[in-house]
């Protein structure tokens, strides 16, 4: 361990798991520069709220529509094999930017042995692709991705399906997550939570839920 990572405040408690969100929390907002690159693929704007990217998304994640179905709906007629793979290319590239915070917070914790876990809304395809290349699935013990299991939070499902599968009780679970709704339903069940957000100092958010 580094001289620095010696001296800085222990993020962690024994006992606990630390379960993170992927999207906006490890990972960024997508660029403008993104946006374009799958916009001139899709020939549509799909950046804004109610865009079919995004009307569409809840569904793909929830893994009952396949990558074929979802670009379909997306772009409104099938879409062939090549221009499928450079679309879930595109996808899968602009939700890789990291946010370098975190990923910090995610060293600090396995310098300290934490036992850390993710929970995400993702499809399949894009999850088995981020476990195989990206340089953070290294952080977690666990992972549990919505389009394999069929469930999307904030289903009570999913989180009750985690404190199974880890297992642990919801009082030693502190779950990181940038949407509300999330929050509440991890809430309810009696995890600890930390809501993360632009300003979002998760360094001092876990310190202060040591125990």
């Given at each position: ?53 995004w009307t569409h998304r ?56 934490a036992r850390l876990a993710l929970l ?92």
């Amino acid at each position: 361990m580094s001289g620095s990572r010696a001296s800085e405040v222990p993020l962690s408690s024994p006992g606990m798991w630390y379960l993170f969100d992927y999207g906006m929390v490890i990972s960024t907002a997508p660029e403008p520069a993104d946006w374009d690159a799958l916009q001139a693929q899709a020939g549509r704007d799909l950046a804004h709220a109610d865009s079919r990217y995004w009307t569409h998304r809840e569904a793909f994640d929830a893994g009952t529509l396949t990558p074929a179905d979802y670009w379909a709906a997306v772009l409104g007629r099938t879409v062939e094999e090549e221009r499928l793979a450079v679309l879930e290319d595109l996808d899968a590239a602009q939700w890789s930017r990291l946010n370098p915070a975190t990923v910090g917070v995610l060293q600090s914790l396995a310098d300290e042995g934490a036992r850390l876990a993710l929970l995400s809304n993702m499809p399949e395809g894009m999850s088995e692709r981020y476990l195989r290349e990206s340089s953070w699935a290294q952080y977690f013990e666990k992972t549990y991705f919505s389009g394999p299991l069929r469930m999307t939070k904030p289903d009570r499902r999913i989180f009750e399906h985690v404190l199974r599968d880890l297992p642990a009780a919801p009082g030693d679970v502190v779950f990181i997550d940038d949407n509300t709704r999330n929050i509440s339903a991890a809430q309810a069940l009696g995890f600890r939570t930390v809501l993360f957000g632009a300003g979002t100092d998760l360094r001092r958010e876990l310190a202060d839920l040591r125990r």
